[in-house]
């Protein structure tokens, strides 16, 4: 069994800056990648951020160049440093984790991130 608990959220006023951190323990065999997702009151779950095991990484457009998604592997753990955070940002973050040869999903229980205007 994977968890993923996640830390970091919170209230910052608008052009502040957070970091999410996010760590998976248990039975992990090997991580195909780990990513952020967020999902905004009456909106579908989106991704935000993620970083494959080769070290590429993707980010949704809203956030590319504000967001970056780093990792330590040996600690088997994803962050997100978040800046220049806008109102529209605000959301509950969940990290996500995809097992390598079983494809199965994982997913924290997810931090609030309130950005106030």
């Known amino acids: 069994q994977v968890q993923l608990v996640e830390s970091g959220g919170g209230l910052v006023q608008a052009g502040g800056s957070l970091r999410l951190s996010c760590a998976a323990s248990g039975i992990i065999l090997s991580i195909k990648a780990m990513g952020w997702y967020r999902q905004a009151p009456g909106k579908p779950r989106e991704l935000v951020a993620s970083?494959?095991?080769?070290?590429?990484?993707d980010y949704t457009d809203s956030v590319n160049g504000r967001f970056t998604i780093s990792r330590d592997t040996a600690k088997n753990t994803v962050y997100l440093q978040m800046n220049s955070l806008k109102p529209e940002d605000t959301a509950v973050y969940y990290c996500h984790l995809r097992a390598l040869y079983t494809y199965i999903d994982y997913w924290g229980q997810g931090t609030q991130v309130t950005v106030s205007s």
């Open positions: 970083i494959a095991s080769s070290g590429s990484t």
